[in-house]
C-alpha cells in the first residue's frame, strides 16, 4: 500500500510565477490536509478536503493561495505570484475513519525555494 | 482556539539511556487525540504514538511510551534505550474528535530537537 505521494519534492520558482504542489491521498483515505512548515519552526495547518469539497480553510492566506480536491486525481495546492516568504516546506497528509482510528499520514513534502 | 507548548527546545541522551520529551496543551474539548511525530534530518514526518483522550491507559509502541495526564493536561514521550536513529525533533500534536466521519485538522507544538549520542 503505497503511502502519500507528494510531487514535486523540490521546486524553484521566481517571484511573480506560480506554484502548483500536489499530493496523492494513501489508498482508501478521503481526507486530505496541506500544512506549511516555515524554516526553523512547526507546521501550521493551511487546508482541510475531501472529495470536491473544502471542509476547512481557517490557516490559509486569504490572497493568492488555493487548493483544490478533485473527483479524478490528486489534489492541488496552487500559491499564484509567489513572493521570497512562501519558501517553506509543503506537506500533505491523508486519513480515513476507519475502525474508530482517524490518524494522519504525511507525505515526504514539496521543498518550494522563492527566487 | 488548542495550542500546544512544548518547552523543550533541545535535548540530548546518550545511546542506550531514556528521555522523556514534554509536552502540554490547552483545550476546552473533552474528547480529543494527541500524537507525537519525529521529523528526522530526511524531514519526514513520521508518526510516533497516539493516544485517545477517553482511554486512561497509557499507549506504548515498542521502546516509545507515553504519559498522558488529562487533568493537567500533559502528554509526554518517553524513549527507552535510546538508539542513534532517533536523533531527530519531535512534535506534540492534538486534534479534536468529531464523532461521524472524522477527520480535523493537527495542531503541532513548535517541536523539540533530540540528539542521541554516543
Known amino acids: 500500500n503505497a503511502g502519500v505521494m507528494q510531487n514535486p519534492r523540490h521546486l524553484v520558482r521566481r517571484r511573480g510565477q506560480e506554484a502548483r504542489l500536489r499530493c496523492s491521498p494513501m489508498k482508501g483515505h478521503s481526507h486530505v490536509y496541506w500544512y506549511r512548515q516555515l524554516p526553523e519552526e512547526g507546521l501550521k495547518f493551511m487546508v482541510y478536503?475531501?472529495?470536491?469539497?473544502?471542509?476547512?480553510e481557517s490557516g490559509m492566506p486569504k490572497e493568492r493561495f488555493s487548493a483544490e480536491f478533485p473527483k479524478e486525481g490528486p489534489s492541488i495546492l496552487r500559491i499564484q505570484q509567489v513572493v521570497r516568504g512562501d519558501s517553506a516546506a509543503y506537506f500533505c497528509?491523508?486519513?480515513?475513519?476507519?475502525?474508530?482510528?482517524?490518524?494522519?499520514?504525511f507525505g515526504p513534502g514539496t521543498r518550494l525555494t522563492v527566487l | 482556539a488548542q495550542t500546544v507548548t512544548q518547552s523543550q527546545p533541545e535535548m540530548s541522551v546518550q545511546e542506550a539511556e531514556t528521555v522523556t520529551l514534554s509536552c502540554t496543551y490547552d483545550t476546552s474539548e473533552s474528547n480529543y487525540y494527541l500524537f507525537w511525530y519525529k521529523q528526522p534530518p530526511s524531514r519526514q514526518m513520521i508518526l510516533v504514538i497516539r493516544?485517545?483522550?477517553?482511554?486512561?491507559q497509557n499507549a506504548t509502541e515498542n521502546r516509545f511510551s507515553v504519559n498522558f495526564q488529562k487533568a493537567a493536561k500533559s502528554f509526554s514521550l518517553k524513549i527507552s534505550d535510546s538508539q542513534l536513529g532517533d536523533t531527530a525533533m519531535y512534535f506534540c500534536a492534538f486534534m479534536k474528535l468529531k464523532l461521524t466521519g472524522g477527520g480535523n485538522k493537527l495542531t503541532f507544538g513548535t517541536g523539540t530537537q533530540l540528539k542521541v549520542e554516543l
Open positions: 497528509a491523508s486519513s480515513e475513519m476507519i475502525a474508530g482510528e482517524d490518524t494522519q499520514y
Open positions: 493516544q485517545e483522550a477517553y482511554k486512561q
Open positions: 478536503l475531501q472529495k470536491e469539497n473544502i471542509i476547512d
